[in-house]
């Protein structure tokens, strides 16, 4: 049994066949599938999504790249929309300055707005760092947020293991995606071999970043089998142990009950 904890199938990727993905999705091994909203629009549709599945649950924010279009108003209605019992997290938000596509300061004031809801709802974040760990740890640590299941996890990591052991310290899960069986990935190796697996959480990011064998194709939630048994390669463990801890984990991070 898999639990999917992030992924994006509000994405235009998916138009041709969403729901088709969705429907044979729903007799799979992957049992929990949480959408991750990105803007306004993609999170008003995830929480629609989720309503529609039973195994789907949806975040809802503002991601770096689009928050120099976003305003108050839309930050009203994303409040609103984390009222909904499907809404598990706020994001995915933070700071990406490799890309640049909003303003660093835009980008900064609408991370800190976005946290302060965080705190307001008691849900937990996922956050999208990408050239900015500097930055990015230093917002998290002045926040201090504090949730007995963890207060968030770094969505993708990309960072060093030094940094992945201060968030952990700080109770933040690692997620980690398709990128552990390149070729290149030898510091995400190095924090998955160092960081207790109770800490970390399986994801996909679909349509994003599919994992060998599938590489440069559309990623889907189809291809998590491949990231745990890397992950399983990597720790010397059985595949059943990490779909099984990394369920476990995500299940307590999101507060999802069955």
């Known amino acids: 049994m898999y639990f999917e904890t992030h992924a994006h199938y509000t994405s235009k ?3 041709e066949d969403r729901y088709k993905i969705l429907e044979l999705l729903a007799h799979s091994d992957i049992k929990y599938i949480v959408n991750i909203g990105s803007d306004l629009k993609s999170s008003i549709f ?3 999504l989720a309503k529609k599945y039973s195994f789907l649950y949806a975040t809802v924010g503002y991601h770096p790249h ?3 279009k976003m305003t108050k108003e839309d930050f009203i209605k994303i409040e609103e929309l984390a009222k909904d019992e499907k809404v598990v997290a706020i994001g995915e938000i933070g700071l990406d300055f490799y890309y640049d596509f909003s303003p660093r300061d835009i980008q900064e004031y609408w991370f800190l707005e976005q946290l302060k809801l965080v705190r307001k709802t008691n ?12 930055k990015t740890f230093d917002i998290l640590k002045d926040a201090k947020l504090t949730r007995t299941n963890g207060p968030g996890v770094i969505h993708c990591y990309s960072g060093s293991l030094e940094n992945a052991k201060e968030y952990v310290k700080m109770g933040y899960y690692i997620g980690v995606g398709g990128v552990i069986t390149y070729k290149n990935a030898k510091s995400l190796v190095e924090v998955v071999e160092n960081i207790p697996l109770e800490f970390l959480l399986i ?3 679909a349509p994003y970043l599919s994992p060998v064998p599938n590489r440069g194709k559309r990623n889907d939630s189809f291809n998590l089998s491949f990231i745990v048994n890397q992950i399983a390669r990597i720790k010397n463990v059985a595949p059943s142990e990490v779909a099984k801890v990394t369920t476990e984990n995500a299940k307590r991070f999101y507060n999802i009950k069955d």
């Open 13 to 15: 990727q998916f138009d």
């Open 66 to 68: 689009d928050v120099s």
């Open 123 to 134: 849900l937990p974040v996922v956050i999208h760092c990408r050239d900015a760990y500097g």
């Open 203 to 205: 994801e996909t990011d």
């Open 46 to 48: 995830g929480v629609e």
